[in-house]
């Protein structure tokens, strides 16, 4: 009986060295948590000083903060398990103080990007701060790179094939075949890196044989890219005016009349 249940045991830690590190974590911190009452909210505001709060709201503001370095979403479940710990009874305050302290002192804006598994990105709000973010400049290797692959993909109509954007930065002479000595592994620097960080999407194309794959814009170049600011760039590497791309410059002008409104 005894073998039988180390049996089991074994059978079950094997089962989870398989599962994603996030998975276990999303099962094991965040399915426990439920959303307050408003009721339980206030009655969780009345228990605690103005200050044990605002203390929290800054831990929090502190922890994203740091998060948000490797430029990939912050899980609820990590917010609460290593900073609200026992205030999730006012869990819906303290994000939204935390994202008003965001939007005063940073600039940025706290964005869940995923409703489903509760995760968020920090994105920069560039009417509100005008140091834009790095994506937006090309000077640095690394957003200089992602900018390219932004720009390939939005004047192409918003998704591309993947062979498009290989032979795109081939010109540039970046290979995703060859280490680079800016990028290193460019091939995993554009679909691992980028993609973890929401600014790439790269997804499989139904029904190819041999198998394709194609990119899109990600939820957090959606956020933080200024479509026009791309389209003048372009303009101007191609020395024509932004109105010469007709759909783009809709596009553009669009997503600015969309941003100025929010």
């Not at 869990?91 to 940073?106: G, L, Q």
């Not at 600039?107 to 920090?122: M, R, S």
């Not at 993909?153 to 591309?160: C, L, R, S, T, Y």
Request: no cysteine.
């Amino acid at each position: 009986m005894s073998q039988k249940r180390r049996l089991a045991g074994t059978q079950s830690s094997q089962s989870r060295v398989f599962m994603p590190n996030e998975v276990v974590m999303e099962e094991d911190e965040d399915v426990s948590f439920t959303q307050p009452s408003s009721s339980q909210l206030q009655r969780g505001l009345d228990r605690l000083t103005p200050a044990q709060v605002d203390r929290k709201v800054a831990e929090v503001v502190q922890f994203i903060l740091i998060k948000d370095q490797k430029k990939v979403p912050i899980k609820r479940a990590d917010i609460v398990k290593n900073v609200i710990k026992e205030y999730k009874n006012i869990y819906p305050e303290i994000i939204k103080r935390a994202n008003m302290k965001f939007e005063k002192v940073f600039g940025f804006q706290l964005v869940e990007v995923d409703p489903k598994n509760h995760a968020y990105i920090l994105v920069n709000k560039l009417e509100q701060n005008p140091r834009q973010p790095a994506v937006m400049s090309p000077g640095h290797p690394k957003t200089g790179l992602l900018f390219v692959i932004l720009s390939v993909i939005f004047m192409k109509g918003g998704v591309v094939k993947e062979p498009v954007v290989w032979n795109t930065l081939k010109k540039l002479r970046v290979d995703q075949g060859e280490k680079h000595e800016e990028f290193g592994d460019v091939k995993k620097l554009v679909t691992e890196e980028f993609v973890r960080q929401r600014y790439l999407e790269y997804t499989r194309i139904p029904h190819t044989e041999p198998l394709e794959h194609e990119f899109r814009w990600g939820v957090r170049a959606e956020k933080e890219v200024d479509k026009m600011k791309m389209l003048e760039f372009v303009s101007q590497v191609h020395d024509q005016e932004p109105q010469t791309w007709t759909k783009q410059y809709k596009e553009a002008m669009a997503a600015k009349g969309g941003s100025s409104r929010s």
